[in-house]
């Protein structure tokens, strides 16, 4: 690119032409108060004014998130005007926003108060009348409150760049705009497949997932036996609330910390990761030796199984029966564990930590429950958890680095922990399905033509004793929709499919720590571009690390076959670990 | 979706097609909507997004932005008073509220009957000839309190011998 003069604040520096004033302020050491940090494809309208800048050759202050550079531009940001302007923009956004922070889940992650605090908005300013507000808390997996929305379209964006949805948008004009779902629904009550795109990117806390806090808490009080366990994407990312690089796998002190929490017992998913592979693999060897509905497309993900039901009823055949890694081991908690221990099942609260939101939608589906009972009993984000820690007294990083609990499902494969990672589930599950063909393990055990860390489509051919498995990889509707629509269409040639419902997987779930820059001053400035491949990557070196790395050699995993459940897809294993699906209208009938 | 008859379906994706090599072809959609069925509920909106590959969402925030668009069945007679700048100082608020009276809705409303619908419109750029009425096309200059009784009647007499 073609380098230009400009001057910041009187001072000569060379930029790149194109550029915006955000972006070549950056680049020269100066951060302008933001409400994005640096622009980057969430937000394309610099309708929120925060950065507000005096540039000559414009006419008025301009947004410097949109406004490009120019040769000879000479740029101030610290002007009384500007300074001024800034500080303006924040009170008109706070004049309709409901200012409660001491109540408010974000506090702590809240860009909107950064902001406020940095421009000095600390008047009440333009004090008047507010907007009416909606509060939506119906939905498992995510709260909508209008009265802490400041418009700013990010959750729009990102719900079209991930899935092609566009479940929010604006609604109504001037002061009676919101964001919300068409017709101001609730998100139970739209196609929303509840994956929490939205609340990762809400710079408030007008979008957040709907809090089980309380009922973990009502559990201790009741004296139930609580069972905690973690999937692999949080140890991946759970540091980062404390203060750790982004892909530092913490996976000791979470355990630590679970367990100072006062869980009975904590495990890990990847057990239940790995009793997935069995179910699963065996299930794809029987559809592709007995002829079954093919390609089979997994089903970990409660996001991408919301979409299927929402928008392809009619693939659902294709989706293997099995159910999510956290759903089966909780349902081998309660029907095994409880046993083992003389416990009655209802006595037993399971709460499953998730990288996620719809996993919160996802426990409370009447095809997930086992004689009525649910395999789990709440579902708490990576955030979530963190909350708990830190109100704990904990500190986190002095804790020591303690193994999970070791009775009936302690261990678990290097396969197990990479379903953190979008590909992951899919090279879990050829480890194990190539040995079962062949009898012997594939050499390397990796499978790396299907790794990645982002959206977009990945395919391989796995050449299996002469036959060759064609399998695909999909995260985020929009890339899984190129694949269903080739499905529906006829022209499939994949046997296998992995799908996930977030962009990256779960390792980029709705539940995730957020990744805000303007927080992590430490971070290099393109984090927005590498967390997912940083976090990616603290997975696959603890599958690196394990001694066991194909889910069929989990010892414990072979135990419960040979004295619970018998067979991979046998009759107990259908019972527990297997559900259905059924098609969904999306906007239903409101009564 | 389920309450929309096989027809308007049918209808609503010959309305689509109709633009389908604009660029930009959701206004003039749900303008032909608008005046093919008087209103644009979720359920054609629905369709109108399967057609065209936009959100529901997006849609529903077009119809919701614009007031030439609604949601909900207008009436045969549709009352378009000018709240605009100039007409809001030429008296336009007494002579929406003369109609408010008159036919017992309030602006946005539809009369039982479905006669007429009330509505409050923001500048019609007629500002010359303020305080401006529309009433189904039919443009009403300088209109006056004392005129709105008249000009009712003169509807729904018009109804009574259609």
Request: neutral net charge.
């Given at each position: 690119m073609a380098k230009i003069n400009i001057k910041i604040e009187g001072i000569p520096y060379q930029v790149e032409a194109g550029q915006t004033i955000l972006e070549a302020a950056k680049a020269c050491g100066y951060e302008i108060p933001?409400?994005?940090?640096?622009?980057?494809?969430?937000?394309?309208?610099?309708?929120?004014?925060?950065c507000l800048v005096e540039a000559t050759g414009a006419r008025g202050l301009v947004a410097s998130c949109v406004y490009p550079v120019a040769e000879g531009m000479e740029i101030r940001i610290g002007s009384p005007a500007a300074t001024e302007a800034r500080r303006h923009s924040v009170e008109l956004l706070l004049?309709?926003?409901?200012?409660?922070c001491q109540q408010c889940e974000k506090n702590g992650h809240c860009e909107l108060l950064y902001v406020a605090q940095l421009t000095g908005a600390r008047d009440d300013a333009f004090a008047g009348a507010h907007s009416e507000t909606f509060l939506d808390k119906v939905a498992p997996g995510l709260v909508r409150d209008t009265?802490?929305?400041?418009?700013?379209?990010r959750c729009v964006e990102r719900c079209k760049n991930a899935h092609g949805l566009g479940i929010l948008g604006f609604e109504n004009r001037g002061f009676n705009t919101i964001v919300s779902p068409a017709e101001n629904r609730s998100f139970a009550d739209s196609p929303c497949i509840q994956c929490g795109q939205c609340v990762n990117v809400c710079?408030?806390?007008?979008?957040m997932e709907h809090s089980e806090i309380d009922k973990v808490d009502a559990a201790f009080k009741a004296g139930k036996h609580v069972i905690a366990q973690a999937a692999p994407a949080v140890r991946a990312a759970l540091g980062e609330e404390f203060g750790y690089p982004i892909g530092t796998p913490v996976t000791g002190k979470m355990a630590a910390a679970m367990r100072r929490l006062g869980f009975e017992r904590v495990y890990d998913v990847n057990f239940g990761a790995d009793l997935t592979i069995m179910e699963e693999g065996t299930e794809l060897l029987k559809r592709l030796t007995e002829g079954g509905v093919l390609p089979m497309i997994t089903s970990c993900s409660p996001g991408w199984v919301n979409y299927a039901e929402y928008n392809y009823g009619d693939l659902l055949p294709h989706l293997s029966s099995c159910k999510s890694p956290h759903q089966m081991q909780g349902a081998i908690i309660k029907a095994w564990w409880a046993k083992q221990n003389n416990i009655d099942p209802k006595d037993v609260f399971v709460v499953s930590v998730m990288p996620c939101t719809a996993k919160k939608f996802e426990k409370e589906r009447e095809q997930e429950k086992v004689d009525g009972i649910p395999d789990v009993d709440a579902v708490i984000t990576t955030r979530e958890l963190a909350r708990m820690i830190k109100r704990s007294g904990m500190l986190f990083n002095r804790l020591p680095d303690e193994p999970w609990?070791?009775?009936?499902?302690g261990d678990y494969s290097g396969a197990g922990v990479?379903?953190?990672?979008?590909g992951g589930v899919m090279e879990a599950a050829l480890r194990t399905v190539y040995f079962k063909l062949t009898g012997k393990e594939h050499d390397p055990i990796e499978f790396t033509a299907v790794r990645g860390h982002d959206a977009g489509i990945r395919e391989a051919s796995i050449d299996i004793n002469g036959t060759t498995v064609n399998v695909a990889i999909a995260s985020g509707m929009k890339s899984a929709k190129v694949l269903l629509d080739e499905i529906r269409e006829g022209k499939s040639k994949y046997q296998f499919i992995e799908i996930m419902g977030c962009p990256g997987g779960c390792i980029n779930g709705g539940g995730q720590p957020y990744v805000r820059p303007v927080f992590l001053p430490n971070e290099a400035d393109d984090i927005l571009d590498t967390y997912k491949e940083k976090r990616a990557q603290a997975l696959y070196t603890e599958d690196e690390r394990q001694v066991v790395r194909q889910s069929h050699n989990n010892p414990q995993i072979v135990e419960l076959y040979e004295k619970f459940l018998g067979e991979p897809n046998g009759h107990l294993s259908h019972k527990l670990l297997h559900t259905s699906y059924a098609a969904r209208e999306g906007f239903n009938e409101v009564k | 979706m389920g309450g929309l008859k096989a027809e308007a379906v049918a209808q609503i994706k010959e309305i689509c097609g109709r633009y389908k090599d604009e660029k930009t072809p959701l206004m003039m959609i749900l303008s032909d909507i608008q005046n093919e069925y008087g209103y644009i509920p979720l359920d054609v909106q629905e369709v109108v997004s399967q057609e065209t590959g936009i959100s529901v969402a997006e849609i529903y925030g077009v119809v919701t932005f614009y007031s030439f668009f609604s949601l909900t069945p207008k009436g045969k007679y549709v009352i378009g008073c000018c709240l605009g700048t100039a007409c809001y100082v030429k008296g336009a608020q007494n002579v929406i509220d003369k109609f408010s009276e008159i036919l017992k809705i309030k602006p946005g409303e539809t009369t039982a009957d479905g006669l007429f619908t009330l509505d409050a419109l923001r500048c019609i750029g007629a500002c010359g000839i303020a305080p401006a009425v529309t009433i189904n096309g039919t443009v009403y200059p300088k209109m006056s309190v004392g005129q709105v009784p008249d000009v009712v009647a003169h509807y729904v007499k018009e109804a009574a011998t259609a």
């Open positions: 933001s409400l994005c940090t640096y622009n980057h494809g969430e937000c394309n309208v610099g309708s929120c004014r925060v004049s309709n926003h409901n200012k409660n009265s802490k929305c400041i418009l700013c379209g710079p408030t806390g007008a979008l609990d070791q009775d009936i499902m990479i379903f953190g990672v979008t | -």
